[in-house]
């Protein structure tokens, strides 16, 4: 089986306010450490980026509601968070919370023999959580990256991850358990 890294929605706009604004720096030290444990085992990482357009054609019912985008293409809230380590990963842009809705992830994975994922970066209620359940439905194992996922709401993110845990038998491991569950 062939393990990739999937981050998710590390970018500017996600650590304006909230529980991220604080935890920037930690959460970019942390799925640096995944980046480099991925060389390390030669494991495909994608990195995925909410874009919408300027236009609001790919803006949710709620930017709609509220008249307002957010995370337009080539804004700075949009921009990977500085520091952020990605190399040459693969790139996904997506308009919706799940990495998979309307993105061709799942065929990029599947043509490079992807089996099992470790899931990190923002938000773990919402993005992470969302990737993780369609990740499931799709027939991947995943694993979250404990220390590489922050959320908005961390308790919020915390009964998340813990209920896909319990019901879908995605574990939430530390960088050192990673190395294990890696294959």
Not at 10 to 24: H, I, K, P, S, W
Not at 57 to 83: C, H, K, N, R, Y
Not at 123 to 129: F, L
Request: hydrophobic share 40%; with cysteine.
């Amino acid at each position: 089986m062939e393990t990739a890294v999937v981050v998710i929605d590390m970018q500017c706009g996600y650590f304006e306010n909230g529980d991220l604004a604080g935890r920037r720096d930690e959460l970019v030290a942390a799925n640096n450490d995944l980046f480099r444990l991925a060389r390390e085992r030669d494991l495909p990482v994608y990195v995925v980026v909410t874009e919408h357009a300027r236009n609001g054609t790919t803006w949710t019912l709620s930017m709609l509601d509220d008249g307002q985008g957010f995370m337009i293409s080539g804004s700075e809230q949009a921009a990977l968070v500085p520091g952020l380590d990605v190399g040459d990963a693969h790139t996904v842009a997506k308009i919706r919370d799940s990495a998979f809705h309307g993105t061709d992830l799942a065929q990029r994975l599947r043509l490079h023999g992807v089996t099992r994922l470790v899931l990190s970066g923002v938000s773990g209620q919402n993005c992470v959580a969302r990737t993780g359940a369609d990740a499931f439905a799709l027939d991947f194992r995943v694993a979250y990256a404990r220390e590489a996922i922050g959320s908005t709401d961390s308790r919020r993110g915390r009964e998340a991850l813990d209920l896909l845990g319990e019901e879908q038998r995605q574990p939430q491991l530390g960088l050192g358990e990673l190395r294990d569950w890696i294959r």
